[in-house]
Structure formats: C-alpha cells, structure tokens
C-alpha cells in the first residue's frame, strides 16, 4: 500500500463508525462506505475482506478502551466504593469520546458471525465481571449491605451503556458530573449505614 493513497485504514473506520450508527450495519453498504472515503468501490478490497472485518475491529476497539481504563481501577487497592465511583467516571470518560463506537458496540453485536460474537462476549463477560468483583469485595468487607454483585453490576452497566445514546458534550453537565451523580445515586443503596443505637 503506498503512503497517501486514500482511504488510510483510520479513514475507513471513522466512515463506518459514522454510517453504521447512522443507518445501522445492515443498512449500510460497501458502496456508502466507498463514497465517504472517495474513492471506488472495487478499492475497498485493498483495505478490508468484507465489511464485517470493519465492525469487528470497531467493536474491539470499543471493549479495549473500556477494559483499559477500568481494569487498573477493579486492581488497584482503593475502597470498593472509590473503585466503583471510578470505575464508573472511567466508563463514562470513555463513552463520552467515543460515543458512536459504543452505541455500535451495544446495538450491532448481534451482526457479527458465530465465533466473533463469542469472542465479544468473552470480553464483554471479562469487562461486566470487574463491576462485579468491585461489588463482591464491598460485600466481603462489610462496606456494602449484601446484594447480588451480578444483579448490581449489570444495574451500574445499563445506565452507564445508555448513556452514549442521549449524552450531549456541549450540554450543562459534562461526563464527570454524571458520573458523580451515577455513583451517588449507586453508593446510597450500597453502602453499609450505621443502624440507629449503634446496632
């Protein structure tokens, strides 16, 4: 491939990021991509196999940035409520960056072949058990009240996931202060309170 020939590969998967949340995957065909890029058709073939190659890499790209910012935090040695209120501003920090990525993410997964839906979920399951060891560990020591860590965590994920599709950058709260108030609203049902007489 030789330098400045058009589409660079990041080209190609901005356009598909941009069309595949616009029209939906299915929706969306090697011709439009081949336009957005212009260049012809027949060309893309330089770059990609099929347009699954394109959500497959948009899709992992999507789990890796999500996994590399709250995977340090799930290990670090902080209270388990500061390890969720982090984890859940690192979630949202990424979502509010790369919101397209993660709406496909969320609404294609369903698009991709049998073995590399699989290997989605593999890194989906990886990433939903960080919340839930956070929320184990809280449990463990006392810190949160007893509650089912799966059912918890995929309470704090759904709100998190959802936030990408009605987020606004230029709007009056940004991704931090939901976050603060996600976690608030999270840590209030969690956290272990004294009973009344010290009991």
Not at 65 to 79: Q, Y
Not at 113 to 129: I, P
Not at 136 to 142: D, H, I, L, S
Request: proline residues 4%; glycine residues 8%.
């Amino acid at each position: 491939m030789q330098a400045g020939v058009r589409p660079k590969h990041e080209e190609l998967l901005a356009a598909a990021v941009r069309l595949f949340r616009q029209k939906g995957y299915h929706d969306t065909s090697m011709q439009d991509l081949a336009e957005a890029v212009g260049i012809q058709r027949g060309s893309l073939y330089h770059y990609i196999e099929a347009k699954e190659d394109l959500l497959h890499e948009i899709m992992e790209r999507a789990m890796r940035r999500l996994l590399d910012a709250v995977e340090p935090v799930a290990a670090s040695t902080a209270p388990a409520s500061e390890k969720l209120r982090r984890a859940v501003e690192a979630h949202l920090a990424v979502a509010a960056s790369y919101r397209d990525e993660l709406v496909v993410l969320h609404v294609e997964l369903k698009s991709l072949s049998a073995a590399r839906r699989q290997r989605m979920l593999a890194l989906r399951d990886r990433y939903e058990g960080l919340f839930r060891r956070i929320v184990q560990e809280g449990v463990r020591t006392g810190e949160f009240r007893e509650v089912d860590p799966k059912t918890v965590g995929l309470a704090v994920l759904g709100v998190c996931n959802w936030f990408t599709t009605w987020f606004r950058p230029d709007g009056p709260l940004s991704h931090a202060d939901f976050a603060r108030a996600f976690a608030d609203l999270f840590l209030d049902g969690l956290v272990r309170r004294p009973q009344p007489g010290g009991g």
